[in-house]
């Protein structure tokens, strides 16, 4: 090979070693899977944005390739019998144990939303599969893992809506009957915009008065719980950390909640707050709610209220609590349900969860808040090859720990 030839691989590894790199904390673990299981996303990323900019095909129809790499087909096998169903008309897929590991005893049930910004996922992926799996085996569970519709086809309130239906369903004597399963030993759970799913629909079935049987535990994995402030100190700290940097979030909110491009551009200059977001911005007022070691050297400053005219739906939806459940009065969270919340400090949706947990606790529900010093966004799902790290494997082990010992 020639010199111009030696040259040009070189240059390629440099060029190609610094788009692998990004800066990260040393007390993550596994740094540099992480750098190369990032650059994947990354680069996915630049592609729908070159697609949408093209007008080949919308962002996140080309971020649905990651959902589409992972999918699997739930199968049974000698320990768990899987079926897909539909409750209430919503796709859900069951997981159950073949035989009783406690004989004589009812079974516990975990109603599971999966993540993916409300745009992304399915049950039906691999690591899902495979934790909906665990949870049978370990905790002689029943799994009713939704398979909600997405945004942007179907925006908000349709997610909730559609887990909010299969809950109700599966929710009834009959039904849970059917399944062997304890009505005292329920818990709604998912992580990231399903932990968000899973908040919501504990607080409205806890408000229907026509609800007789109510989950026991919600268990909580980096929800995302509000959209009036995408400027918190984990947002700021985070803004360009693996899995899920600060422009992705505020993307899934404005996909989430409104079909006006203009929405993102408000959202990422945390000015999308029309006077209908004033009452509720104290209840995600971090300077209040975050411990002295999270709100760090950041001054808290409310976010604006733009006083010119917004698009209807974001000016509705940016305050409903069945979308931004942080926004309920102490009132509506007293009643609730013992809760698990798991949160990561290299997370833009830590302060999310860390402000739930204090609201929680003041609202004299029992918390359970398991912190990650060296978490990232999403790390509960790469436990498969070759993505699978040690932090996922002990966060998984830690939840399903919590669900014995509390459901």
């Known amino acids: 090979m020639g010199s111009k030839g030696t040259f040009a691989l070189v240059l390629l590894g440099a060029l190609m070693a610094y788009y692998v790199y990004l800066p990260l904390p040393e007390d993550i673990e596994q740094r540099w899977k992480l750098m190369l299981t990032d650059c994947a996303f990354r680069s996915l990323s630049h592609l729908a944005d070159i697609c949408e900019s ?3 095909k919308d962002y996140m129809g080309v971020m649905m390739l990651v959902t589409f790499a992972e999918r699997v087909v739930p199968q049974s096998d000698e320990r768990v019998r899987v079926e897909d169903e539909r409750f209430d008309g919503v796709e859900v897929v069951v997981y159950q144990p073949r035989r009783d590991v406690c004989a004589g005893e009812r079974r516990r049930a975990v109603i599971y939303l999966h993540g993916g910004g409300w745009c992304l996922g399915s049950t039906r992926m691999g690591p899902y599969d495979s934790l909906a799996r665990e949870m049978v085996t370990e905790l002689n569970a029943v799994v009713v893992s939704v398979e909600y519709r997405l945004a942007p086809a179907h925006r908000f309130p349709v997610p909730f809506e559609d887990a909010y239906r299969a809950a109700k369903y599966f929710l009834s004597a009959d039904v849970l009957g059917s399944y062997d399963v304890d009505p005292e030993r329920v818990a709604v759970s998912g992580d990231s915009a399903g932990g968000n799913l899973a908040a919501v629909v504990v607080q409205q079935l806890q408000l229907d008065v026509e609800q007789r049987i109510k989950p026991k535990a919600q268990a909580l994995i980096y929800p995302v719980l509000q959209a009036l402030d995408l400027n918190t100190p984990s947002y700021r700290q985070n803004r360009h950390m693996p899995i899920l940097p600060r422009t992705l979030m505020v993307r899934f909110w404005s996909e989430y909640l409104s079909s006006d491009k203009s929405v993102l ?7 999308h707050n029309g006077p209908d977001s004033a009452p509720f911005l104290r209840f995600a007022n971090w300077s209040v709610f ?11 400053v409310a976010p604006p209220v733009n006083e010119g005219e917004l ?7 940016v305050t409903d609590p069945r979308a931004s459940p942080l926004l309920v009065p102490d009132a509506a969270l007293r009643p609730l349900p013992k809760a ?11 302060d999310d969860g860390m402000m739930y947990v204090e609201r929680l606790r003041l ?9 990650y010093p060296a978490g990232f966004h999403g790390a509960l799902m790469f436990t498969v090859w070759p993505t699978d790290f ?17 459901l």
């Open 290 to 300: 975050l411990h002295e070691s999270h709100r760090r050297t950041y001054d808290y």
């Open 54 to 56: 093209l007008g080949l």
């Open 311 to 317: 698009p209807g739906a974001l000016a509705r939806s």
């Open 363 to 371: 609202a004299g529900v029992h918390v359970t808040h398991q912190h």
């Open 265 to 271: 551009l408000s959202m990422l200059a945390n000015a």
């Open 340 to 350: 698990y919340v798991l949160t990561c400090e290299y997370d833009v949706l830590r």
């Open 390 to 406: 040690r932090i996922a494997r002990q966060m998984v082990n830690d939840y399903l720990l919590w669900l014995k010992q509390n």
